[in-house]
């Protein structure tokens, strides 16, 4: 006798390590319904994130997740709706128009809200999604202070990577740390507490999290997804993409998230292909060139693989084997342009207060281009998307924090004091300079030109040493997980994940989808956290 949809439906899926895509199939089959995923995922948050390893991912479920989830229950997913009545959680840095706070993990936005949805969450909402809740992150997407530990805010408190979940330092602090600042989305995924999540990256915070905590990600190209209603850091890098189990999964998410917006004119130049979860083919490999930035004969400036610990470097040494096993020709090349990231005219010194830090009292170089971008975007997201709060511009902020230093202020806020001294409109020649300077390093003669040279299809960087060399481009990464490692900060620690990137140039998110799902498959190399309690 078929068993009717009920409590133990949720639990027959495995929650705790479901793909996506199982969890549609489930939906479409009914199954399962929109209710009873939500409220397993919910008392998953209970168990993991507020109880036992107490993983502080979710900094607040949606008040409204189980009534969306209710209105669902007779949608089942479709082509028009893709995600019908599928729990997904957004980075708390993404406004949305309903009950939920939008507040960057910051005290001084406690409470704030956004006058309308981001356009991703229109599309998510559109595809039937059934918005969980708002995952932690580094306050700020990590640009209030320097040295601030992934994963903090002085809002939500402290992720932890549910891998290594109990070791942390005298401060409080993990010592295997979570990831950048995406790194709440990262964990939920990880832990089952969502289906997927939606993170952001300037520099690495999509790839870093997804790296340490074995889980997918795709940093799109900029443009290819709206940033419209994102709290930006700098609006010439930053981009939303999908964090989830499997690179198909991820594919799905692109899809929904991959559209044009009047609101984001960076959009109006996107290419992409109708459907990214075509031709995922274990094949996929066969033939193409895969860039290895790496030459044991120039040492010196072997920098993506020769700092590498030994067992990172056995892991990438398997990597590579799995790659040739597929039929990929291995090109061996360092990047000779390296040394020009964060190289002339595109750095200025930040005088570090953060008063947990070694380095207190010296100057830290800092990007030109995300101090400057930052207050002019801030304000305008401010002025234009934020509401319930009388917080109005970056300065409010800064009077906020330094009033309420004992809890807004335990690492400082150094990087928001240097770039609330900018003009905030973009008009300062170095601001110029340095935005070109970074487009010609990491694009001319960056990504552009070791790719042209060797004919690559893809580069590949272990975990996410790549990410500033994409990111300053514009260009596209695709995150996968790779195996684990052991050890941090000189201490021994339990395994924890590493992932490999498959970087490639503008609009060849599709391409890079590919490749990372052949070796996906073949290596089969993504585990769940173990320990966590199951439904």
């Known amino acids: 006798m078929k068993t009717p949809p009920g409590r133990d439906a949720a639990a027959e899926l495995k929650l705790e390590d479901a793909p996506m895509t199982d969890i549609i199939d489930a939906l479409a089959a009914g199954r399962v319904t929109a209710t009873q995923l939500t409220k397993a995922y919910l008392a998953r948050i209970e168990a993991c994130d507020c109880n036992g390893p107490k993983l502080n991912s979710v900094r607040a479920p949606n008040p409204d997740a189980l009534a969306i989830a209710g209105k669902l229950d007779g949608t089942k997913p479709s082509a028009k709706r893709p995600l019908a009545g599928v729990p997904i959680l957004l980075k708390d840095n993404i406004a949305t128009g309903d009950k939920q706070p939008s507040t960057a ?23 039937g999604a059934v918005i969980l809740g708002k995952a932690n ?8 202070a320097i040295e601030m530990p992934s994963g903090y805010s002085s809002l ?14 005298e401060h409080g602090i993990p010592v295997v740390d979570p990831g950048g600042s995406s790194s709440g989305s990262a964990v939920a995924v990880a832990a089952g507490l969502c289906a997927a999540a939606i993170g952001t990256e300037t520099s690495g915070s999509l790839l870093h999290p997804a790296s340490r905590n074995g889980v997918v990600t795709v940093k799109p190209t900029v443009g290819l997804v709206s940033r419209a209603g994102i709290m ?14 499997t690179v198909r999964d991820a594919a799905m998410l692109l899809n929904v998230l991959a559209a044009s917006d009047s609101r984001d004119p960076m959009t109006e130049r996107q290419r992409r292909p109708a459907d990214y979860t075509a031709d995922l083919a274990r094949d996929a490999m066969k033939g193409t060139r895969i860039g290895v930035p790496s030459d044991p004969g120039d040492p010196l400036n072997d920098c993506y693989y020769g700092k590498l610990p030994p067992d990172g470097t056995k892991l990438m040494a398997e ?4 790659l040739g096993d597929l039929g990929a020709v291995i090109v061996r090349a360092n990047m000779p342009t390296r040394g020009w990231i964060a190289g002339p005219g595109t750095g200025m010194a930040v005088l570090n207060r953060n008063p947990l830090s070694r380095n207190k009292g010296n100057p830290t170089g800092s990007p030109i281009v995300f101090l400057y971008e930052l207050k002019y975007g801030l304000n305008l997201y ?13 300065a409010d902020i800064i009077t906020f924090n330094a009033a309420n230093a004992d809890k807004a202020l335990r690492f400082g806020q150094d ?13 300062e020649r170095e601001y110029k300079s340095a935005r070109a300077m970074d487009r010609l390093s990491a694009r001319t003669h960056g990504m552009d030109a070791y790719m042209n040279q060797h004919k690559l299809d893809a580069v590949l960087f272990p975990g996410a040493t790549g990410a500033a060399i994409a990111a300053k481009a514009g260009y596209p990464s695709v995150m996968v997980p790779a195996g684990f490692v052991s050890g941090a900060d000189g201490k021994d620690t339990p395994d924890y994940p590493l992932g490999v990137t498959f970087a490639g140039k503008a609009w060849s998110e599709h391409k890079l989808l590919r490749l990372a799902y052949a070796y996906e498959q073949a290596s089969q190399m993504r585990k769940p956290p173990p320990g966590l309690p199951a439904l």
């Open 137 to 144: 992150l580094t306050e700020f997407a990590n640009i209030l």
């Open 319 to 322: 990597v590579i084997k799995v």
């Open 382 to 394: 401010l002025r234009d998307w934020a509401t319930n709060t009388d917080i109005k511009t970056m």
């Open 415 to 427: 990087l928001f004091l240097a770039s609330d001294l900018t003009r905030g409109d973009l008009s």
């Open 232 to 245: 930006p850091i700098a609006h010439s890098q930053d981009t939303a993409g999908p964090m989830a189990r």
């Open 156 to 169: 939500g408190g402290q992720v932890k990577n549910p891998f290594v979940p109990a070791l942390l330092d």
């Open 105 to 127: 993990g910051s005290l001084a936005l406690e409470g704030a809200r956004a006058r309308s949805d981001a356009t991703i969450v229109k599309l998510l909402r559109n595809a």
